[in-house]
């Protein structure tokens, strides 16, 4: 399965993008990249997700490198809200388990 | 809406007591996910199940966890004779798709299990 790197921690002063890197240098052509997150006490929440395009949303872009090894999450105004442990998850071609890791820890600072 | 309700949401137990956590999915979603959450960890799988039949439980720790959903909707995750190494934060989620692990998961705010 292929396994993803993040920093543990990172700080962002509010109103300003966060820019959450991920590597994946073993994905595979089929496997999709995710992005999660958890704030405090409650359960992962779903932000992005995509494949092999740049992706954004309302919560989100996403922002995959063209040989698809590493992806950056961008948060473009970080509020305190945004506080939370953010996963990149790399969808494995066999099963069905989501494997989180240990996630970056973003502080949004005042 | 009704998202995905988990309960009790704390729970503690004295070590060898017997635990049931229930996991409410979000109506009409065909497949149904359970986490445990060591502290500081991210969550790791425990089993999988579309509609009634799991088809996935390579993540139970040991013989003592034990899940079931015999109706297709409502799950309970039982734990035999708990182990102080069994507390944790205990994950339900649930999606629509078939597939599971290609559509959004939903998850429940868990359930905080306490081994004495």
């Known amino acids: 399965d292929a396994k993803t790197t993040q920093p543990t921690s990172m700080d962002c002063a509010e109103g300003r993008a966060a820019n959450l890197p991920c590597n994946h240098s073993t994905i595979s052509g089929n496997e999709y990249v995710y992005w999660y997150r958890q704030i405090h006490s409650q359960g992962p929440q779903y932000i992005i997700h995509g494949l092999k395009n740049n992706e954004t949303n309302e919560m989100a872009s996403l922002i995959i490198t063209e040989d698809r090894k590493s992806s950056t999450l961008i948060l473009p105004h970080a509020t305190l809200r945004d506080t939370a442990v953010y996963y990149c998850i790399v969808i494995p071609n066999t099963g069905n388990q989501f494997y989180f890791g240990t996630g970056t820890s973003l502080t949004v600072i005042p | 809406g009704a998202g995905v309700s988990q309960s009790p949401r704390y729970k503690v137990a004295k070590r060898g007591q017997d635990v049931a956590l229930r996991c409410d999915p979000i109506?009409?979603?065909?497949?149904l996910f359970w986490y445990q959450q060591a502290l500081g960890q991210g969550p790791e799988f425990l089993t999988y199940f579309q509609n009634e039949a799991q088809l996935d439980k390579s993540g139970l720790p040991s013989d003592r966890f034990f899940a079931e959903r015999p109706e297709g909707s409502v799950s309970t995750l039982k734990i035999q004779r708990t182990q102080q190494e069994d507390s944790a934060v205990y994950l339900c989620?649930?999606?629509?798709?078939?597939?599971?692990?290609?559509?959004?998961?939903?998850f429940g705010p868990g359930t905080r299990l306490t081994v004495l």
């Open positions: 109506s009409g979603h065909v497949s």
């Open positions: 989620a649930s999606s629509r798709g078939g597939s599971g692990r290609l559509v959004e998961q939903f």
